[in-house]
């Protein structure tokens, strides 16, 4: 099992930066993988970004050039920095894991808000 503890979301004007992170209760390298989604009310699930153990990064086309994703492996963390935020951003962002084995884990969600 692996749970997350979040932190980092709140309130921000349009054009303005969050950092968001995520503190797992195991190594980060013991996941194949760690990322960041988010879900809008009424819409899916989407990923915004992914950092595998071998340090591979993927963005959301919608978020590339806003968005970086990293990791501490210290402090078993991962981070979100965005930057430039949309109004279209406002979503709750879930933290996520992904084990060798395919073993998908979600923390509980941190709400982002982007708004005048």
């Known amino acids: 099992q692996v749970q997350f503890v979040e932190s980092g979301g709140g309130l921000v004007q349009p054009g303005g930066s969050l950092r968001l992170s995520c503190v797992a209760s195991?190594?980060?390298?013991?996941?194949?993988?760690m990322g960041w989604y988010r879900q809008a009310p009424g819409e899916q699930r989407e990923l915004v970004a992914r950092?595998?153990?071998?340090?591979?990064?993927n963005y959301a086309d919608s978020v590339k050039g806003r968005v970086t994703i990293s990791g501490d492996n210290a402090k078993n963390t991962v981070y979100l920095q965005m930057n430039s935020l949309k109004p279209e951003d406002t979503a709750v962002y879930y933290c996520?894991?992904?084990?060798?084995?395919?073993?998908?884990?979600w923390g509980q969600g941190t709400q982002v808000t982007v708004s005048s």
């Open positions: 996520n894991a992904e084990s060798s084995s395919g073993a998908i884990y």
């Open positions: 950092l595998t153990h071998a340090g591979n990064t």
């Open positions: 195991t190594s980060f390298f013991r996941l194949y993988a």
